[in-house]
């Protein structure tokens, strides 16, 4: 298993700030923002038009499920979506049940605020302050002569200066080629879901909950000890010729809803690989958002919680740890392994296909609460 894991689930929401032209421009560039290039606009909802042919099989393919729980109460409904930050324009991720659980949100909760001038200047204020070695040093000194060959002949395949790559700290390496792969493969950072809903709930006036901050985020990176952050730069760079593939299927598994594929491709090499970098940016955080939304559930209303896919996933996921704190949050949605009693997922998980999953009516799930008109 390659070290992508890393790629998809620790670039976190701030992968697609990264601005990695302002990064890779020098040490020590001018970090000033394009404010009106900053700008997201609301997207309007996508229509599913009945097709035929290859163009009925191109959107079908551009159409995605995303995974996504559901936990509701006398008078409260929150729905958790797993998202993928980065994504290539065009995809549909507005499926009939998270269409319908954006219309009704009362506020919608992120990992982090990234899309405002503010927020950009930030990141990049951050990137130049903590994420380049002290003048005149090179990153592959640090690294072993395979490594630093390996690393040189990334940033060409991608593009990138060396030059400028060589001044970097392993974090900020290991950003920049982790988003710059997923870009050369067509992905857009402004196309992520969480620029679409942060761009579509501004203009509905929706209430915004942000997790953590810009700072707290690239924190999770600055303070890594420095043998950790190094492992992680080494790991990808040793596995980077399986990145390409496994990108694949984990955005096919994404699209899918997947969730044990998910944590498969995403976490399972994290969690035996690196643990340190695992405790700190997966499994720590998913706790602190578990006691949150938790907390949560005392406030009537319907919430929409959107964070990435890697967190909701696996025994550590926020669903597991609601879980083991006596709060069930049910598979929501059409996807794949959405809404299978439990007793059926581990006959599947088994090899044994000759029962059929039971169906939505099945699971005897609460009713959803009334909608009301969001605008």
Known sequence: ????????AVCSVLAAALLASSALAQADPDPAIDADAATIDAPSKPARKAGSGKSSEAA???VATPPMWRIADEDT??????????????????????????????????????DTPAAQAET????????????????????????????????????LPF????????????LVLSVQLIQSKGFDPGSGLENKLLGEGRARGREFVFLETVQQQLGFFTNLAPAVEKSLLTLTLRDWDQQAEEFDQLFAAWKAGDAEAIDEIMN??????APEVYDVLVKRRNEAWTARIKAALDQPGKKLIAVGAAHLVGSDGVPALLAAEGV?????GLAANDNEAPAAKEKRKKGKKD???????????????????GD
């Open 268 to 273: 399972r090499a994290m969690r035996e690989e």
């Open 60 to 62: 079908a393919a551009n």
């Open 124 to 159: 990049v204020k951050i990137l130049q302050s903590a994420g380049f070695l002290k003048k005149g040093a090179k990153l592959s000194a640090m690294l072993e002569e395979t490594e630093a060959a390996k690393l040189e002949e990334i940033s060409g395949a991608l593009g």
């Open 77 to 114: 409904e929150i729905v958790l979506l797993g998202t993928f930050h980065i994504l290539p324009p065009g995809i549909d991720w507005r499926s009939p049940e998270l269409g319908k659980a954006i219309d009704g949100a009362d506020a919608i909760w992120f990992e982090a605020e990234v």
């Open 1 to 8: 298993m390659s070290k992508l894991s890393f790629g998809g």
């Open 163 to 174: 030059a400028a790559v060589d001044g970097m700290r392993p974090w900020q390496a290991f």
């Open 328 to 332: 069930e949050a049910a598979r929501y």
């Open 355 to 373: 029962e059929a999953a039971p169906s939505d009516d099945a699971l005897d799930l609460p009713e959803p609460i009334e909608e009301t008109d």
